[in-house]
Each structure stands twice: as structure tokens, then as C-alpha cells.
């Protein structure tokens, strides 16, 4: 961490608490639109996620008691409100909660609403891509490959991903007409046989 504090803000692991605050649907999106759009009212973010402001003013207020987004009163007039993401990356290992029941059900649920976005992202995507420039559905899409690893060579393999998708997340935005923000999803699962799943 650097002597600022810049790391510690940039990510946070997810201890027992917070990962069963975050594990509801509001909140993962709260979440999820302060890390991409930025600073938010309440007012702004429930006209932007079709919800009330009240029900988005108390989930803001559950994420905050457990540090995963803060108020930026320098943002604020008068009695406006606004928050922000505390931290950029979110990170975790299933293994950090295996003594926590309730925390294990939220994890898995997280991992679950992760794949939701996907799906729902993929299809969208789907959805219009025909009407979208050929250069970016040119570059659009999936791919996967059978590796044959270790639990440690999937975790290195893991690591070296991510250190490319922050090189690339952590340069200045790209200035040509076209730069658009990408979603992109990392996921390896070993294969498990059909009868022991």
C-alpha cells in the first residue's frame, strides 16, 4: 500500500460482515453504479436503477456501516447527499469464509449474481450487436480453452490476467470517438465429472 492510503482505497477483501450486507440484489447494483458511473444522490441512482429513493437511501446506508461506500459531502449542496464507491476492486476467497455458514450462502449467492450480469450482459449484447459497428463486434466476444492445471498454476494463471486488466484499467482513457467502457469477465472452473456434481 502506498504511504497515501491509494491501494487501501483502490481495494477491499471482503470480511464476514460485509459480504452478507452485499449479498442482495440492491445492493450489489448500488454498488455496482457507483463504481461505474461515480458519485450518485440516492435520488439519482433510483431513477437510474427504476427503484424508490427510499429503499435506495437505506441500502446506501447498509453499505456504508460496513465501509463499502462513503458520503462525499464535497459533492453535496444544501441537503443533497451523495456517495461513492469506497473502493474500485472488490476481492475475495470462497476458502475465507468455509467457518461462516451465513457468509458461505452469501458468497455463493455473489458468485451467482455475478453469472446473472453475465448472461444478462452477453444477451443484451446479442441483442443489438447487429446494429453496432462492425470494428467493435469484430472484437466483442468469448472464447475458452481446456487447460490442464494445478489449483497453483490456476491461481497464477488468475494473478496474470488480472495484473493485464489493471495495466489496462489503470492507463488514461483511451481519446478516440469510439473508446465505449467494457465489461470484461474472468471465470476458470475445474471440470468436474457429471456424476459427482
Sequence with gaps: MTRDGTEQRRRVRLDHRQVRVLAHPLRMRLLGALRVRGPAT?????????TNTGAT??????????????EAPELGSGRQRWWRAAHEITSWDPSDFDDD??????????????????????????????DQPSAWRDAA??????????????????????????????APP????????????LAGYPMLDEGSA
Design 141 to 170: 466476444g468469448m472464447g475458452d480453452m481446456l487447460l490442464t492445471l494445478t489449483p497453483d498454476r490456476l491461481e497464477a494463471l488468475k494473478a496474470e490476467v488480472f495484473a493485464i486488466l489493471t495495466r489496462y484499467h489503470e
Design 57 to 70: 437511501s437505506y441500502h446506501l446506508r447498509q453499505l456504508a456501516e460496513v465501509g463499502l461506500v462513503a
Design 174 to 185: 483511451a481519446d478516440g470517438s469510439d473508446a465505449r467502457p467494457v465489461q470484461v469477465f
Design 42 to 50: 440516492a435520488t439519482a441512482l433510483a431513477e437510474r436503477l427504476a
Design 101 to 130: 455458514p451465513d457468509a458461505r450462502a452469501a458468497i455463493e449467492w455473489i458468485q451467482g449474481d455475478q453469472v446473472r450480469i453475465l448472461l444478462d450482459q452477453a444477451e443484451r449484447w446479442f441483442a443489438a450487436q447487429h
